[in-house]
């Protein structure tokens, strides 16, 4: 499978009648193959919704989400999720976390050993494979989940804000990690994240998701060069035009979210917007 993710005019609504609450509309956009997409947008908008949509976890109220061209039924091995909350089993090791999956499958016992050991070693985590997880820090813990995922070979591999709630020097070194680990095998990548600089420091493609309901406001090519270092994107002139370029869009995303809240937002919204063209007026 080439790993290529799309969705059609997908609409996702809970409740019924009055209580009935759209959280995302007429969303459309593809996740290229073998490249990495970002989606970035506004904390509460439904990104995690659109996840759980793309995993097959859920299913759209009308909309269609494809894999390679053939509609998405439910969830599935081509398809694998990165959740913000660790998903180890706590009762497990290490080793047995990351076999779960293949012998889930039914994958022989001496090749899916062979294969978790292999990837424990080029996620820094051989030594730590008899080790169970509240015995690893919160990257550790990352890694591992990382591991747990890559070993069943995914089409795709989705990333719902993976590194949300680590320190930043680890956050950091995640980043720059899965980074590494995205440009050595190309697996096709969906991140979601609510971060600019980690999304340009990640992506091949931003995706700007809107205001709830969400839906795609912009599509941006980030056309930096691979590898890629957090300390070179800082100070790399292209990297800040896209970076202003998408702040902008996100700016005016978080004003409509603000904005909804109160009669006192909008009004204030709109002095601010006024004293904005004065203040370029004079």
């Not at 659109?50 to 299913?59: D, I, M, Q, S, W």
């Not at 990352?142 to 719902?160: T, W």
């Not at 691979?226 to 978080?254: C, F, M, S, T, Y």
Request: proline content about 4%; some cysteine; aromatic content about 8%.
């Amino acid at each position: 499978m080439s790993g290529s993710l799309q969705a059609r005019g997908v609409v996702k609504s809970y409740g019924a009648g009055r209580f009935r609450k759209r959280v995302v509309d007429a969303c459309s956009f593809t996740v290229e193959a073998d490249r990495f997409t970002v989606m970035i947008g506004p904390s509460g908008a439904g990104k995690s919704t659109l996840v759980r949509l793309l995993a097959g976890f859920e299913k759209p109220s009308s909309g269609e989400i494809l894999i390679d061209g053939k509609p998405v039924r439910g969830a599935g091995p081509d398809r694998l999720v990165v959740f913000q909350e660790t998903a180890l089993f706590p009762w497990m090791t290490t080793l047995d976390n990351t076999l779960y999956g293949p012998k889930a499958r039914g994958v022989a016992k001496s090749e899916a050993d062979h294969r978790a050991r292999a990837l424990l070693e080029r996620v820094g985590l051989g030594a730590f494979r008899d080790k169970y997880p509240t015995q690893l820090s919160g990257g550790m813990q990352r890694r591992a989940e990382l591991a747990r995922a890559l070993i069943n070979d995914p089409a795709v591999i989705i990333l719902d804000e993976p590194f949300r709630g680590l320190d930043a020097m680890t956050r950091k070194l995640m980043l720059e990690y899965y980074g590494s680990l995205y440009e050595r095998a190309r697996r096709t990548s969906l991140f979601v994240t609510t971060d600019i600089d980690e999304a340009i420091f990640l992506a091949d493609r931003l995706l700007i998701m809107s205001n709830l309901p969400t839906r795609v406001s912009a599509v941006i090519d980030v056309d930096l060069p691979r590898p890629r270092r957090l300390a070179d994107i800082v100070g790399d002139d292209r990297a800040n035009d896209i970076k202003a370029q998408a702040l902008a869009i996100l700016h005016q995303e978080a004003l409509k979210s603000f904005a909804s809240g109160s009669r006192a937002a909008a009004d204030f919204i709109d002095a601010y917007a006024r004293r904005s063209r004065e203040g370029a007026a004079a």
